[in-house]
């Protein structure tokens, strides 16, 4: 056989050994992700590849063998760790506390030999410019640094100020580049005939639309080829907390203006409804 | 406009948002959020009615605002 036909062989050989190896063995993990023994692991099969490749003296075989011990040593080795803590700990590394109750963990710094500098540049990296913002901070095994900052230096949150938010779940994107996308659709229990209208009160025609999403208090949002046309947010839920607003004010001027006690009673007890209603809503409706 | 055709106009203002309520509650998928716009929409219901009860007398007080 010729020199440059056995390489072009060995080459597709190898490149789709390498190819089903990370896809199998590596399943979903990121670069950053791998401990340094799968690093290195990693780097050892792709040296073998290219050896056997160029190195037409060797044996395709040989290589193969080599390959496949080396990704499934690591293999088994993930399986093991994937039941055991202590196996775990010992193959892809422990996560070591560097900074605790506010005050840096010099000993564990040590170990780790992390200098003072790389600490502030990871803190930096999480906006963090002053060590005495963070309350807690762990150098994790693939080496991000992960920060617990103090109380008083976290977003506040609607929990912390105690308001009621109005619950959501996952958008569904129902429109695409002007095509209808039925399984989301009706995945939200709604059809064509539903988007149309949707589409009809806006005043858009449907190949005018690049995306369209539908809430999950169904309403549609969506973005158009054209930037220049405004297209008008959802109305319905702001429309609803003021007609009742409306009703409300509404049925107190009716118990004020009229001479009945009866009246005024059964009037002054439905505007508390309303409001109480209102009240209720408030956090849904508001956008 | 007299006082009975305002009730009455207030009356369909709270049907028509008696009717969005119904439509929130079919369309949203959260659950929480379903159930409070049904309890909400059963609230209106019964300010409706209660509603209604006033026309009703407003209407028979006073004949001439009858409406069509």
Request: net charge neutral; hydrophobic share 40%.
């Amino acid at each position: 056989m010729l020199d440059w036909v056995d390489i072009v062989v060995r080459s597709f050989i190898f490149l789709i050994t390498l190819f089903l190896l990370t896809k199998w063995f590596l399943g979903k993990k990121q670069l950053s992700q791998l401990s340094f023994f799968e690093y290195v692991t990693g780097i050892t099969i792709g040296s073998i590849a290219a050896e056997v490749t160029m190195g037409l003296e060797r044996n395709i075989m040989h290589g193969l063998i080599s390959m496949s011990i080396w990704s499934l040593v690591p293999f088994a080795i993930g399986l093991v760790s994937l039941k055991s803590k202590k196996v775990r700990d010992f193959a892809e590394g422990k996560a070591r506390i560097i900074i605790k109750d506010g005050k840096i963990m010099e000993d564990n710094l040590k170990k780790e030999r992390y200098t003072i500098d790389e600490l502030l540049e990871q803190l930096r990296n999480k906006n963090v410019f002053e060590v005495s913002d963070v309350e807690y901070a762990v150098l994790e095994p693939n080496g991000h640094l992960s920060v617990l900052l103090k109380k008083e230096n976290q977003p506040l949150t609607a929990k912390d100020l105690q308001i009621k938010v109005a619950p959501i779940k996952e958008p569904q994107t129902v429109i695409m580049d002007g095509n209808i996308l039925d399984e989301p659709l009706s995945n939200r229990g709604l059809n064509r005939g539903w988007l149309n209208e949707e589409l009809d009160k806006a005043g858009v025609s449907l190949d005018n639309v690049f995306l369209a999403q539908v809430d999950s208090y169904g309403q549609l949002t969506m973005d158009l080829y054209d930037d220049k046309i405004q297209v008008p947010s959802p109305q319905e839920k702001p429309l609803l907390l003021a007609s009742l607003k409306k009703c409300q004010a509404d049925l107190e001027m009716f118990a004020l203006q009229t001479e009945s006690k009866d009246a005024q009673r059964a009037y002054n007890k439905n505007a508390d409804r309303l409001t109480h209603i209102i009240n209720k809503l408030k956090p849904m409706l508001h956008v | 406009m007299t006082v009975a055709s305002n009730v009455k106009q207030c009356m369909v203002t709270l049907k028509a948002a008696e009717a969005t309520l119904s439509s929130l509650a079919q369309k949203s998928t959260e659950d929480q959020a379903k159930k409070l716009f049904h309890e909400c929409m059963l609230e209106v219901g019964k300010a409706i009615s209660d509603l209604k009860k006033r026309i009703a007398q407003l209407e028979f007080e006073e004949p001439q605002f009858k409406g069509k």
